[in-house]
């Protein structure tokens, strides 16, 4: 099972947007997913404790960033944005695990870009 979290052990069951760059020699990346009026934003969820992060776990472990913000529209929380920096073609591989298993069980395709 791939599940993405904001607070530790409270899934985000809103699917996410991502966008995938990577340096020609294929050794860093960068990877950006948006969220769209996620379960994290929506009220009551401030009870459940504070965004620390964006946690990506599955069966072989956890990846993390700190890069998350909110992003907002006339005054109110409409999206949140996270980024996560692979520095290594290892991390590329094991960010790439995630993402297969997140793809396969949400439903998401993937388009390169031209």
Same mark, same amino acid.
């Given at each position: 099972?791939a599940v993405?979290q904001?607070?530790?052990?409270i899934?985000?069951?809103?699917?996410?947007?991502v966008s995938l760059?990577?340096?020609r020699d294929?050794s860093?990346?960068?990877?950006?997913f948006r969220?769209n009026?996620?379960? @994290?934003? #929506? &009220?009551?969820?401030e009870?459940?404790?504070?965004?620390?992060? %964006?946690?990506?776990?599955d069966? $072989?472990g956890?990846l993390?960033?700190?890069?998350?913000?909110?992003k907002?529209?006339n005054?109110?929380?409409?999206?949140?944005e996270a980024i996560? @920096?692979i #520095? &290594?073609?290892?991390?590329?591989d094991?960010?790439?695990?995630f %993402?297969?298993?997140y793809?396969? $069980?949400?439903?998401l395709s993937?388009?390169k870009?031209k």
């Amino acid at each position: 099972m791939a599940v993405i979290q904001f607070i530790k052990g409270i899934n985000e069951t809103v699917v996410a947007d991502v966008s995938l760059t990577r340096s020609r020699d294929g050794s860093k990346g960068t990877a950006t997913f948006r969220f769209n009026n996620p379960d @994290i934003l #929506k &009220s009551g969820m401030e009870d459940k404790g504070d965004i620390t992060g %964006m946690y990506l776990k599955d069966d $072989e472990g956890e990846l993390m960033t700190r890069d998350v913000s909110a992003k907002f529209i006339n005054g109110k929380p409409q999206a949140v944005e996270a980024i996560y @920096i692979i #520095k &290594s073609p290892q991390e590329w591989d094991r960010f790439m695990r995630f %993402m297969e298993k997140y793809a396969n $069980e949400n439903k998401l395709s993937f388009t390169k870009a031209k």
